[in-house]
């Protein structure tokens, strides 16, 4: 069992940033990628990006050249810094975990507000 704890969300002005953590406790070393998702009112959770344990990383169009996704492999902790918000990016963030049989871990979930 793989635990995840999400923490750093609220709310920020449009132009802000934030950086949002996610720690990973239990059985990580079967942990392969991790990564975030979110999801807005009436939508769909979707991908925002992720990263393997050897560093490649994907990211939503959407965030691309505003967000950046980090991970501390020593400390099971992978970070999410999050600059230039838009209001568009309000949603409730979700951290993720994929195993190496492809199980899936999530997070709580934290909500990040971007007023306009």
């Known amino acids: 069992q793989v635990q995840l704890v999400e923490s750093g969300g609220g709310l920020v002005q449009a132009g802000g940033s934030l950086r949002l953590t996610c720690a990973a406790s239990g059985s990580t070393s079967s942990v392969n990628v991790m990564g975030w998702y979110r999801q807005a009112p009436g939508k769909q959770r979707e991908l925002v990006a992720n990263?393997?344990?050897?560093?490649?990383?994907t990211y939503a169009d959407s965030v691309k050249g505003r967000f950046t996704i980090s991970r501390d492999n020593a400390e099971n902790t992978v970070f999410l810094q999050m600059n230039s918000l838009k209001s568009e990016d309000t949603a409730v963030y979700y951290c993720?975990?994929?195993?190496?049989?492809?199980?899936?871990?999530w997070g709580q979930g934290t909500q990040v507000t971007v007023s306009s």
């Open positions: 993720h975990g994929l195993t190496l049989t492809f199980y899936n871990y």
């Open positions: 990263i393997n344990r050897s560093g490649t990383t």
